[in-house]
């Protein structure tokens, strides 16, 4: 394949015929093996991954399988490669490529989408409607890389362009691992949600996507921004990132009294609802006001009983994200460019290619107080 590749590559950056990567086998079954390394096709880059982050989703797939999607169905023993949110150097193009050039920085965003449904035309590649049709008779070209196509706990991993994002030269490979995190809810807020500024909001649950929340909602001028949880330490890095005020739900009596005391009696705007319980979601509508957004950002396991009595009577709505859209990323990278927040101290723990069975293990107990848990793949 490689010898009759139209694209341009470089000396400075050699490319091996293999590489060292994680694959899924059954359920919590992961091996470390060699694969093939491919070349890029039309719109296409090859790209060194240089660090890799671990997402709660990552978690999931390795457990359980969904989202990921491999030739239609579960992702184990496919020789799977999961992890999704990795930045890397671009050291082969594909042809006609001439975004990019070899030796640029980049981090990515997860999804490239067929670009010819609906959704993909409205920019909403994350809610494509060709999702996982990428093989066989049914190739429509979607890429959700680490769901429907091969992921980042690997050395090198192809990407459409569309998917990049230039990273500046004096931003850590860890910090850029975040970028996408922070896009993600830059999406729910902006492009589906509409906030502008002076808007209150509260985020439910301090995870990853809950503390950028708070950060990317403070960089848009949102306020008051409430963060509830129930880890201290957790809360207290949220007020680091911007929050005006934190709760502990374990210390409130009423968590939708407490939040109304602080943002006024109608509530608040907007609230990220990133816990996914049953208790969090209903507290989420309580808390709204009337015409008020909530976004939901995590999901229950099962279905859950909600108020939609409430909702309904005060014209609350109420929409999912599924990762980021729009390229809100590139919002995300020039607020994280421009110093709004320090996004990297979520970043807890790095390991080595080899210790990534540990990493997981850390990201997934929250072992010494693990949130962003990172993965390089050349160490
Ligand atoms: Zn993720
Ligand atoms: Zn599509």
Known sequence: MKNDFQGITSKKFPIPKAMKAWVLGDPDQLSLVEKPIQMPGKAEVLLRIDAVAICATDLDVISHGPPAM??????????????????????????????????????????????????CRMGMYTSCHNYGLNYGNVNKGHRANGFTTDGGFKQ?????INTL???????????????????????????????????????IGPGPIGLL??????????????????????????????????????????IVQSVKSIAGDKGVDYVVECAGTEQALNDAIM????????????????????????????NIYMYGIRGEGRSATHRAMAFMNEGRFDAKIVH?????????????????ERIDGAIKVVIKPWS
């Open 348 to 364: 807890t723990h790095t390991f080595n290619m080899k210790e990534l069975p540990t990493a997981l293990k850390y990201a997934r």
């Open 156 to 160: 090198y991993a192809i990407n459409n």
């Open 70 to 119: 491999i030739e239609g169905g579960l992702p184990f023993n496919k020789n799977f490669t999961p992890g999704h949110e990795y930045m890397g150097t671009v050291v082969a193009l594909g042809p006609s490529v001439d975004e990019f050039e070899i030796g640029d920085r980049v981090t990515v965003e997860i999804h490239s989408g067929c670009g010819q449904c609906k959704r």
């Open 287 to 314: 808390m709204t006001n009337r015409g008020g957004k909530i976004c939901l950002a995590a999901f229950p396991h099962e279905p859950v009983k909600i108020n939609i009595p409430h909702m309904v009577i005060n």
């Open 213 to 254: 929340g708070v950060a990317v909602a403070k960089a848009l001028g949102a306020g008051p921004v409430i963060l509830v949880g129930t880890r201290d330490s957790r809360l207290e890095i949220g007020k680091k990132l911007g929050a005006d005020h934190i709760l502990n739900i374990n210390n409130e009596k009423d």
């Open 165 to 203: 994002i230039k990273v500046p030269d004096k931003m850590s490979d860890e910090e850029a691992t975040l970028v996408v995190t922070a896009g993600t809810t830059m999406y729910g807020l902006t492009e589906l949600g509409g906030l502008i500024a002076g808007e209150s909001l509260v985020v």
